[in-house]
């Protein structure tokens, strides 16, 4: 159980398109999802949190325009890197808090974008 | 500003011993300490939760150790597997909200 997807594992896109990643809760229901960044050989970085029904939260740093949330469900959140340039490649992670479940985040499997 | 280290980038340990990783940090209370497993190109595992009033915590062969005052965490891997080898994450949450920091990792290679 507590199984988190993230679509697509890997993207390469020209510089100036727009990207979109999905994160599923596949078998429960996840109010708060939380998309990360990960370069390499670094710690995940938090980018927002974001929540079901209403506006992601960003962290400080994180352009919200060019970084757009939608968690329009409690099993799906998008993230779409608008405009993307070559220094947004990155390993993108999502992660989801089980409502009613125990105080832990399940991590999807990430997303490798690659902007040429 | 908030800061979590990871003692050493990498660590190698022989097979069946207990491999000992530590997880500093400065400037922060947590309500939980967390340890989490990363595989190459892979989204983080889960492990472990210790909250700040335990000191310790086991789960098969790891055990966690949390300290406050020093404001470390220790993770035992014992009897090693060279399936052990992955980056071990240690992350901090808060109180206020449900955010968690993550340290860099460390690199752990078991060897046969």
């Known amino acids: 159980g507590a199984v988190v997807s993230q679509h697509p594992s890997r993207v390469i896109c020209k510089s100036g398109t727009s990207v979109k990643i999905e994160c599923r809760s596949l078998?429960?229901?996840?109010?708060?999802m939380f998309w990360y960044r990960q370069f390499p050989k670094q710690s995940l970085m938090l980018m927002a949190t974001?929540?079901?029904?209403?506006?992601?939260?960003?962290e400080q740093g994180v352009e919200k325009d060019k970084f757009l949330i939608n968690h329009a469900s409690l099993t799906l959140s998008t993230l779409t890197v608008t405009s993307a340039h070559p220094e947004d490649s990155s390993f993108y992670i999502c992660?989801?808090?089980?409502?009613?479940?125990?105080?832990?985040?399940?991590f999807g499997p990430g997303t490798r974008l690659t902007v040429l | 500003s908030q800061k979590i280290e990871q003692n050493s980038e990498a660590l190698n340990i022989q097979e069946g011993k207990t491999a000992t990783l530590t997880c500093n940090y400065t400037?922060?209370?947590?309500?939980?300490l967390q340890w989490y497993r990363q595989d190459p190109g892979r989204g983080p595992v889960f492990l472990l939760l210790?909250?700040?009033?335990?000191k310790e915590k086991r789960k098969e062969r790891l055990k966690v150790t949390f300290d406050t005052t020093l404001k470390q965490s220790l993770f035992h891997i014992t009897a090693s597997q060279p399936a052990d080898s992955a980056t071990y994450l240690c992350?901090?949450?808060?109180?206020?909200?449900?955010?968690?920091?993550f340290g860099k990792g460390t690199r752990l290679h078991i060897l046969p």
């Open positions: 992660s989801a808090l089980m409502v009613g479940g125990p105080n832990e985040q399940f």
């Open positions: 992350a901090l949450e808060g109180r206020r909200d449900d955010k968690i920091i």
């Open positions: 210790i909250r700040e009033n335990e």
């Open positions: 400037n922060y209370s947590p309500a939980y």
């Open positions: 974001s929540n079901e029904g209403s506006k992601a939260t960003y």
């Open positions: 078998d429960f229901q996840a109010t708060t």
